[in-house]
């Protein structure tokens, strides 16, 4: 996750809920946006700094679904949608960092979401890890900010289409710290 000479084994991270969100946005009548986060957010991350290896394995309560609107979070909850009480989580994991021109440029793996497991390609926008002092602690954080873009067809979810676009847009904002550490 970082080019720290400090962390030259792989080390496990646990991510941060307080500071870790999926955003989503999906365009409504090819008019506007209809956009959301899900808040509750749970994995690990081990990622050898030297090397640019690493893995992860990353679940997102889909109940935690927020668009502001929450009749339309209901309908997002339900049958039509994520299916929430068949389908409770979406699940990400991935076993290949991309490191290109020593930064991380890109985690390939794969997203499982309404019982259906499709490949998934999240590039870097930024990340960095470094120590960090807040409130007098000091710790190890690891953080970035990544894209991508999957069909929501290729998840069995069609409902409204095309009035609700196909292409749904994920910017996932996550820190990481070294598993055992204490979170701010």
Request: aromatic share 8%.
């Amino acid at each position: 996750m970082c080019a720290t000479s400090a962390m030259a084994a792989p080390v496990e991270y646990t991510i941060d809920p307080a500071h870790t969100t999926v955003y989503f946005a999906a365009t409504h009548t090819e008019r506007s946006s209809v956009r959301g986060r899900f808040g509750k957010i749970d994995g690990r991350i081990v990622y050898d700094a030297e090397s640019g290896a690493g893995a992860l394995d990353v679940t997102v309560d889909l109940a935690s679904v927020d668009t502001g609107n929450r009749t339309l979070d209901g309908v997002l909850r339900s049958a039509q949608f994520f299916d929430v009480a068949q389908h409770p989580v979406a699940r990400v994991r991935a076993q290949r960092f991309i490191v290109e021109s020593g930064r991380l440029a890109a985690v390939e793996g794969e997203l499982t979401l309404h019982g259906v497991t499709q490949p998934l390609r999240l590039q870097a926008e930024r990340f960095r890890c470094g120590e960090v002092t807040l409130f007098g602690v000091s710790r190890q954080v690891c953080g970035g900010d990544f894209r991508a873009e999957v069909p929501r067809s290729a998840f069995g979810m069609t409902r409204f289409l095309p009035d609700v676009g196909d292409t749904i847009t994920l910017q996932v904002a996550v820190e990481a710290s070294p598993a055992g550490s204490a979170a701010q």
